[in-house]
């Protein structure tokens, strides 16, 4: 993973402000170097491009600098990304090393300018992987940019820092609050050379301040379609005929298994060891663990590919709330006083435990959701793979320290504001900080630990693509399968807006790099060309909630990826009920009202 930020500016070379640049290394920490170019068009106008790059080095085995330079053709690259195939062959070595060189072929002066664009656009288009990148052409003055189809990483434009200066970047200053998103739906090229102009009667730095109108965007399919994801499948719509009850046996279950161990085995295989690594916790990979379906099937699937001597951390975050720790002593003080049944009196004392004495006592973040599904995966898991060493991380935040971060939180996720961009972002931010108390056993942990691990694995996606929110449920109980069909269809359409740029900012402060194995292009076709009765376990004519008399009471939200769960061994995880996300949500904005 890279920080990437390009200026092109009709006045002088532009490098990123100092805070900008200090952000751009806590992406990429093992190095920063800057490059420059000049474009020389009719007229006399010149355009002076600065390239700054920093890597935090995951693939090749050793640091490769950027930005990448080619001075004989003066092609350019900053490249934030892992490519993990192109032209569906496996990437071995350095990615960016591959990609630059591809393009750079691609882009030959030999060739003219629409030859040059359709070589250029079929290598871009053959990359699988999360990415963000500026190719700089300079043999046909031809500037591209963009985000995979998925939008994994960040990117954001600014065309108003000064007058005929536009900027890309993985991040924002907090100076400056013009940058906006680059959307993740294709491929933008703009001409700084040229006599077709990009728009009408507009050149020089007049075409800068009108930058993304001016900017040709080429879309990720060739093919006409209608759908945004014809890229990675055709959505399938096909009604069940029948019952088709889904099992264990079913062959989407040994599917799904074999789809996510290829996926995963990419993402997690050959992560070179961590230089903050000490002796005693070999440790390269950590998880993003609520203690829900997707993580936990992500550790356990782990486990079987990992050395054993690996050790794989656990990243588990609560907070701390005044406001319902209050509302919580209040309830158990009124329980107390009318409380008769032996069932309400376990409840007092349980809650009263927790919230008694001291808000700052650890045992309230024990009360959080996440926490205790958390804790529960974590016993299974070490139930279940015995030979592993497991750390769960309890990463507790007070409330002062949330209040103390909220200035760079904010920052981080502009030009996202809202409410649930903030809700969101603090989770990521401080599980990713990677910092709390550790233990690898049943026993809560007293010792504080930071993890070394730079990889961080996300269940992100899997609810989309099998079904596992409660609008999908109550989609099927008002109208049944064709509007269960429609709700998937619009969370897979929207795949690419699911603010994951947003979530890349954030994650990437600390040195480390989100990984998404359930978001793996092959993965998402395979799941999107799959029929509905292969996915879920919704059943008309009966209760959504029918199942086999050999399997397991299991719920028939994502119920392909919990049968996967329980044939792993992981049985209670399988048929642990979904919390719906406004759980989630409420506790944090709950925690947002009390800080204002």
Known sequence: MCGIHVSVSSTAFQPPSTDLRQLLSKRGPDHLAEAQ???????????????????????????????FHD??????????????????????????????????KASSVYSSAADSISAVLTVLRGISGPFAFVFLDGSHGLLYFGRDRLGRRSLLYNSELLPGTVALSSCADSANRAWKEVEADGIYQISLRDQDKPIEGVNGSDMLSTFMAGCQRHLWMVQDSSSPTSSLGKF????????????????????????????????????PTP??????????????FSGGLDCTVLARMAHDMLPPDQEIDLLNVAFENPRSIRAAKIT?????????????????????????DSTT?????????????????????RTVCPGRIWRFIAVDVPYEETLSHRERVVGLISPHNTEMDLSIAYALYFASRGTGLASTSDEYGSVKYSTPARVLLSGLGADELFGGYTRHTTAFRRNGFPALLDELELDVNRLGKRNLGRDDRVISYWSREARFPYLDENFVEWAVERPVWEKCGFREG??????????????????????????????????????AVRAFLSFHRRLLTAMQ
């Open 275 to 288: 230089p903050k690594i000490v002796q005693c916790h070999n440790v390269r990979v950590a998880v993003l």
């Open 236 to 271: 399938n719509r096909e009604l069940p005929l029948d019952s088709k009850p889904l099992n264990c046996r079913s062959p989407s279950v040994e599917q799904l298994r074999w789809l996510l161990n290829e996926s995963l085995k990419l993402r997690i295989l050959n992560v």
């Open 37 to 67: 170019s000049k474009i020389v068009v009719e007229g006399g106008v010149t355009y002076f491009v600065s390239l700054t790059s920093t890597v935090l080095a995951l693939r090749g085995g050793q640091v490769r600098p950027q930005p």
């Open 71 to 104: 001075s004989a053709s003066g092609c350019s690259l900053c490249w934030n990304g892992e490519a993990w195939r192109v032209a569906s062959s496996l990437v071995t070595g350095n990615d960016g090393q591959m990609i630059f060189e591809l393009l750079c």
């Open 332 to 356: 158990t003080q009124s329980k107390k006083q009318r409380s008769s049944s032996p069932l309400d009196s376990a409840y007092t004392q349980s809650i009263g435990h927790a919230v008694e």
């Open 361 to 381: 006592s650890p045992s309230c973040y024990e009360l959080c959701p996440d926490r205790q599904t958390g804790r529960r995966a974590f016993r299974e898991l």
């Open 542 to 579: 009966s209760t959504e909630h029918a199942h086999d008399s050999e399997d397991p009471r299991i719920d028939p939200e994502k119920k392909v990826l919990r049968l996967l769960a329980y044939e792993l061994g992981m049985h209670s995880v399988a048929v642990e009920k979904k919390r």
